[in-house]
């Protein structure tokens, strides 16, 4: 069989306008509300597409980390190439696609940091050698040594801080996300899709039908 070939039918539920929430932030909880306990794996997974200022684009699986009313929030290394191309563009799109629900997700925004302050109360809730790993780290970068240089330099972190907290390195924090525009995706018979999107229109949301 050709990857041509592959395809399904959509057809577990249809999505109408008197079914949305007054507000994408809301309705994205819902949803994800939905994907949690229908068990779906990585339910908070969503790919982050940046672009330079010229527009060459990259795309990357992030986790929402925080989801509330000033938008969609991930954490990460200021040197990365995603930080690097918000930096000199700070706009963003994430799209979350749940398969077992035939649903996805995709949000359009601004982009800024989250404060100090709530970057470090996240990274407290971190495991240990998630928080060690951030500190050793240079994310997007070429590693000359290799898998053993990584190593060498996780067991030099570990020994650097054992026996007290692990702080915050300075070159890690959050992004969040404030949406101008949110698409909720339903999957439907004869690819006739429900696409709702809402769209920030003089500081009021509006709810539009896109054609699938």
Do not use: C
Request: glycine share 6%; charged share 30%; net charge neutral.
């Amino acid at each position: 069989m050709s990857i041509a070939d592959l395809r399904r039918e959509y057809q577990r539920a249809g999505l109408n306008e008197t079914d949305l929430a007054a507000d994408p932030i809301s309705q994205l909880r819902r949803w994800l509300d939905d994907a949690i306990a229908a068990g779906v794996p990585d339910a908070t997974a969503m790919v982050v597409a940046t672009a330079t200022p010229d527009g060459s684009p990259s795309a990357r699986v992030m986790l929402l980390k925080v989801l509330d009313s000033h938008g969609l929030t991930f954490f990460t290394n200021y040197r990365s190439r995603k930080a690097k191309d918000l930096a000199a563009n700070p706009r963003a799109a994430a799209t979350f696609y749940w398969p077992d629900l035939e649903r996805q997700v995709r949000a359009e925004g601004t982009v800024s940091l989250v404060g100090d302050a709530e970057s470090d109360e996240y990274f407290r809730l971190r495991p240990v050698d998630s928080q060690l790993a951030a500190w050793i780290s240079d994310q997007s970068e070429p590693v000359p040594g290799g898998r053993p240089e990584l190593e060498r330099r996780y067991k030099e972190a570990a020994k650097r801080f054992a026996g007290r907290d692990v702080p915050r390195p300075p070159h890690w924090g959050g992004y969040r996300i404030m949406p101008a525009a949110v698409e909720f995706w339903q999957g439907r018979p004869g690819r006739l899709h429900d696409r709702l999107r809402y769209v920030l229109t003089a500081e009021r949301w509006q709810v539009e039908r896109l054609a699938p």
